[in-house]
């Protein structure tokens, strides 16, 4: 498996931006589907946003399109999501995911990877 660190983090205001960073150790990242979910309180963890191995397809929960990015870099084995236009709703701890199979990150089964998670908090 994948070690998974993510970090970013912090109190905002709504409206405001953040950028999220999970950085991989281990095996091959450039093999991996990445992704995000969040985990408000009280509720499950929800799927966000995903990026294939190769970077060209992109998948996102409806509530974040137009607003969220996932994009990555091979280079330094790091998964981000620019979170743009947040709102109080986006209050989270956010998770980063890895696994070799990309319909597994989007649902968040199986053998996925998974971060320790980073506190998103957007004030109103």
């Known amino acids: 498996q994948v070690q998974l660190v993510e970090s970013g983090g912090r109190l905002v205001q709504a409206g405001g931006s953040l950028r999220l960073s999970c950085v991989a150790s281990?095996?091959?990242?450039?093999?991996?589907?990445m992704g995000w979910f969040r985990q408000a309180p009280g509720k499950e963890r929800d799927f966000v946003a995903a990026i294939n191995w190769s970077g060209d397809s992109t998948y996102y929960v409806d509530s974040v399109k137009g607003r969220f990015t996932i994009s990555r870099d091979d280079a330094v084995n790091t998964v981000y999501l620019q979170m743009n236009s947040l709102k109080p709703e986006d209050t989270a701890v956010y998770y980063c995911?890895?696994?070799?199979?990309?319909?597994?990150?989007?649902?968040?089964?199986?053998?996925?990877?998974w971060g320790q998670g980073t506190q998103v908090t957007v004030s109103s």
């Open positions: 281990g095996r091959s990242f450039s093999r991996y589907a």
């Open positions: 995911a890895a696994d070799d199979n990309l319909s597994a990150v989007v649902a968040g089964t199986g053998h996925v990877s």
